[in-house]
């Protein structure tokens, strides 16, 4: 389903204006709908909503009865990686909404009587808009090492976040929270099959609707846990156009994974596409397409021209992916946890303390009684009491060794890496799973999508899951002998033995390194001339002196050193002209239709 863009205005009434072409569109019980990516559980919305099972109706006639049906609050009752806008012609107002996660993007824009809308930010950097960069989004960027709220490079421009809606109303445009984690109520079943069961039936349900009805799917298969369980599962419900797809690191033994890959390949019996990482590697081309905002995409040219150049061969659309897993699942997050503390903040200080003292002895880590309290107690409660970060990085000025000084104290970089930035939770292990799903979404949402000939899509996000996952007991997720704990339960006899059993997984960064050091051209590309020097964000020898480094294995922090080289590459960009020209004049060649509030028309 393609992009759309479009605006509403009040101009002699009401106007709602759209490209032609945009997305997919309807006009369904007086509501004029544009939407783009996929619902899941049609059949189960379609039932809910009280229609004719065996009348098929398309997403948008689906999105305007759900309108009708739950209005703003339809976000949290449609599931699935969607983006719509909803007009009701009779009120003269309109919903934008995407889906509760907000893994599909949608962006707009504010004017004295208009407000401007996309799911492409491309569409919305036009004129002046570009021109105006927001100095707080590229600190938030820096500090973090991706994107974290409502901020885009522009002024003026925003992006919905996770969990909001837009309504606009002859004018007026108000922001609502109309989904949230911390409203999801605890759950508890009486026995592990219990779990169990209600486990394997949303992660089957959250694969198959992420499969493709059209034509094949491919699975992004890495040999983790999280990759192997959704291609294993797809296996099981007994699809017949699927196949695996892998990035092999033969030539790095520290991240070679073929083992792992093979044996879901032997035990799911799918047919296997394998590309080696040095065929491809990150740096092997300098940016090729203008990007309207920072994004490592601008490393990737490679792997996206092989990525896209393999699926299409074979006419594949959609390739799920493990992301997420590491989140929803209960993959540790350290070695001392947070959820303990949540029973302090549920007036129950005896089980916070006994919670602790379990951890300590079941990781026999040697350290003290008072360690494990003020680690696992103290801390987390005084954080969470401030709003400050739980888990992330401990800032130590400068953040990182090339960022000028004085930048650092005029943005407030230590205040910004310790804020929260996912909206409050009621206890600190809900929090910092919220933190953890909000930055995820946003950082899938900010794939630059219009380059791919094909969707990426998570089912390990699929909303239930998450919502049950967040729901359950934190013992039945994660525990000192082992995390993942549930996960590991309920695929006995789905992932084969060696895989389900796995701990850990293989890490660091060889190609990255790799990458960099056979090519020279992006090693002057960064250092000739620092845009990131020029606008006083970095120290240029600096900067200099770490991409070298880097070029040999030393990165400091791969998350901020590449946050960086992609704030490099989209400021050079920037002072070409060809963001600003090229790709926003192309995608805004397009003549604007006005579509009237009983009719859409189409040019």
Not at 116 to 143: I, K
Not at 330 to 345: E, S, T
Request: charge should be neutral; aromatic fraction near 6%; charged fraction near 25%.
């Amino acid at each position: 389903m393609s992009d759309f863009s479009g605006g509403l205005a009040v101009q002699d009434g009401v106007q709602f204006v759209a490209h032609p072409g945009a997305g997919a569109s309807g006009e369904h019980l007086g509501c004029i709908v544009l939407a783009r990516g996929c619902l899941a559980d049609r059949d189960e919305l379609g039932r809910r909503l009280g229609l004719d099972p065996a009348d098929r109706r398309t997403d948008t006639a689906l999105l305007a009865h759900a309108y009708r049906r739950w209005g703003s609050r339809m976000q949290a009752e449609v599931h699935g990686e969607y983006a719509a806008v909803v007009y009701d012609a009779h009120a003269g107002t309109a919903l934008l909404t995407h889906d509760a996660l907000g893994l599909a993007p949608l962006f707009y824009q504010r004017t004295e009587n208009c407000l401007r809308f996309a799911t492409e930010l491309a569409d919305l950097v036009v004129g002046g808009a570009a021109d105006d960069l927001d100095r707080e989004y590229m600190a938030d960027f820096l500090a973090f090492g991706f994107v974290t709220g409502r901020r885009t490079p522009y002024v003026g421009i925003r992006r919905l976040l996770p969990g909001t809606s837009l309504v606009w109303s002859h004018g007026r445009v108000e922001e609502l929270r109309t989904w949230n984690l911390d409203d999801v109520s605890p759950l508890s079943y009486g026995s592990d099959r219990e779990y169990e069961e209600h486990f394997r039936s949303l992660l089957q349900a959250g694969v198959r609707a992420s499969l493709d009805p059209s034509g094949p799917t491919w699975i992004s298969l890495s040999g983790g846990l999280d990759s192997s369980s959704v291609a294993c599962v797809a296996s099981a419900l007994g699809e017949q156009e699927l196949a695996a797809y892998s990035v092999l690191c033969s030539a790095w033994p520290v991240a070679d994974e073929r083992s792992w890959m093979r044996a879901v390949v032997e035990h799911s019996g799918l047919p296997w596409h394998t590309v080696e990482v040095e065929s491809m590697l990150p740096f092997a081309e300098l940016p090729r397409a203008s990007h309207v905002e920072p994004t490592l995409a601008a490393i990737e040219e490679a792997s996206l021209s092989v990525q896209n150049e393999l699926l299409g061969s074979h006419n594949a659309n959609v390739m799920m992916t493990g992301h997420g897993g590491d989140t929803v699942l209960g993959a540790a997050r350290g070695p001392v946890p947070f959820h303990p503390v949540d029973h302090l903040f549920s007036a129950h200080p005896i089980d916070a303390v006994r919670s602790v003292a379990a951890w300590r002895r079941g990781t026999e880590t040697g350290r003290s009684q008072s360690f494990w309290m003020l680690r696992g107690l103290v801390e987390p409660a005084i954080r969470h009491v401030r709003r400050q970060r739980l888990s992330g990085m401990t800032f130590r000025a400068p953040l990182a060794p090339w960022l000028r000084r004085d930048y650092v104290d005029e943005m407030g970089m230590p205040r910004r890496v310790r804020r929260q930035i996912a909206p409050h939770c009621r206890t600190p292990g809900r929090q910092a799973l919220a933190e953890e799903l909000w930055l995820l979404a946003l950082a899938m949402a900010s794939v630059p999508r219009s380059r791919m000939n094909h969707e990426l899509r998570g089912p390990l996000l699929y909303l239930p899951l998450v919502e049950f996952m967040a729901a359950i007991p934190w013992e039945q997720k994660l525990r000192a002998d082992g995390d993942r704990c549930l996960q590991r339960r309920a695929l006995r006899g789905v992932l084969p033995e060696v895989v389900r059993t796995r701990r850990g997984k293989a890490s660091g960064n060889p190609a990255i390194v790799e990458g960099l050091r056979r090519s020279p051209e992006w090693r002057s590309y960064l250092c000739d001339a620092p845009a990131v020097a020029e606008h006083g964000i970095a120290d240029a020898d600096q900067w200099r002196r770490v991409v070298r480094q880097a070029s040999v294995g030393r990165t400091h922090d791969d998350k901020l050193f590449l946050a960086t080289v992609a704030l490099e590459a989209w400021l050079k960009e920037r002072s070409t002209a060809r963001v600003t020209g090229k790709v926003a004049t192309e995608r805004a060649d397009l003549s604007e239709v006005t579509v009237g509030t009983s009719s859409i028309s189409r040019g």
